[in-house]
């Protein structure tokens, strides 16, 4: 198990499952053996097999917590988010003081409000099976309260985009390993082939297709691209705020935000980088006449570089943009713009794993 728990740690997740079920033949049925395997699967994107093994630790004791929230997540990553919703707050009424299973319901609602919100209105019912708010009684079937949706509004959500131009920036760098893919099936010479193992090449790039198309699907659903348009907007509105009509400026400055957001949003994180500076050296050589809230476009073009930093993976430069861009948004006592910052460089010591000055934050 340990050993399990460290190729784990090393990101070797095949090895790791390989050690938890030589320890499930040592000491059968044991719980957190099944956790750790859940956890693996989870990462290397198996969302179904690691529900089994999340249900599999639930099997001789239901209140298992750590279960719980792998039963959660894996339904989570398969896109079946009012269920997992379910799952987080049983786990959360078991242990109220981990924070997993808040930032869990949080996000799970998030996703649930995307998702539905912008396609139709959903008129939940209280009918059917609630059997399922008793304090013991474990279910194995979906319950109708949940989800009383008819199967048209159900598919309706469930779809890929049709929009050509919305599965790229949904798919981000995947886009073009996807294109590729698509180009490689069309080779009827090399798909008629097999690997040393024995599969068909053709199976092998048609299941990691279904793979992608289920990513843009469950990403859809996560955060329509229709929500990341509405948090542009109202950045460019915050951005150009206090001007009574359009001008040169604020055309500028719209046009620019909307480059360096669909440049991160494409995957293209340098090109968002050098776009955001190019975009500061012309903003600061502007006068306080020229742009009244030129502190406010300067916090928020700090933000833009910083979250590109991110995914670049210089996390240093990130958070010195990020702690500029709250300097900025204190001087103009903006809560908003504050919130923003803040929650960026709780990002930033996520991701270089300082976990207690990210909850602080």
Request: with cysteine; proline share 2%; aromatic share 8%.
């Amino acid at each position: 198990m340990a050993d399990g728990d460290w190729m784990y740690t090393k990101g070797e997740y095949k090895k790791a499952i390989q050690s938890y079920t030589t320890a499930l033949t040592l000491k059968p049925n044991d719980k957190t053996c099944y956790v750790g395997r859940s956890k693996c699967y989870l990462k290397m994107g198996q969302s179904e097999n690691a529900l089994k093994e999340a249900e599999a630790s639930l099997k001789e004791d239901k209140s298992f917590f750590e279960g719980l929230y792998q039963k959660a997540e894996a339904l989570y990553y398969m896109g079946e988010f009012e269920f997992g919703l379910v799952f987080y707050h049983r786990g959360q009424k078991l242990r109220p003081q981990i924070q997993e299973f808040r930032l869990g319901i949080q996000k799970a609602q998030e996703a649930i409000e995307n998702s539905v919100a912008s396609s139709f209105s959903v008129k939940l019912e209280i009918k059917g099976d609630l059997s399922f708010l008793q304090k013991d009684e474990e279910r194995a079937q979906p319950i109708a309260a949940i989800l009383n949706l008819t199967t048209e509004k159900k598919l309706q959500t469930k779809k890929t985009p049709k929009s050509e131009k919305t599965t790229k920036q949904l798919l981000g760098e995947f886009y073009s390993d996807k294109k590729y893919l698509e180009t490689l099936l069309k080779d009827e010479d090399l798909v008629k082939g097999k690997t040393k193992s024995g599969e068909r090449l053709q199976d092998v790039i048609q299941g990691c297709l279904t793979y992608l198309d289920s990513c843009t699907e469950f990403w859809n659903q996560e955060r329509p691209i229709g929500a990341h348009k509405k948090e542009r907007k109202v950045k460019q509105n915050n951005c150009t705020k206090g001007y009574s009509a359009p001008s040169e400026t604020v055309q500028f400055l719209l046009k620019s935000l909307d480059g360096i957001d669909a440049e991160l949003t494409s995957g293209n994180a340098e090109g968002s980088r050098m776009k955001a500076e190019e975009v500061m050296k012309v903003v600061q050589g502007w006068s306080e006449k020229e742009v009244p809230n030129k502190k406010e476009v300067i916090g928020s073009l700090h933000s833009c570089i910083g979250n590109a930093l991110i995914d670049l993976g210089d996390m240093e430069k990130a958070l010195e943009h990020h702690l500029k861009d709250l300097e900025l948004a204190k001087q103009c006592k903006l809560p908003d713009a504050m919130s923003r910052a803040l929650d960026n460089i709780g990002r930033v010591y996520a991701q270089i794993g300082q976990f207690a000055q990210a909850i602080e934050l």
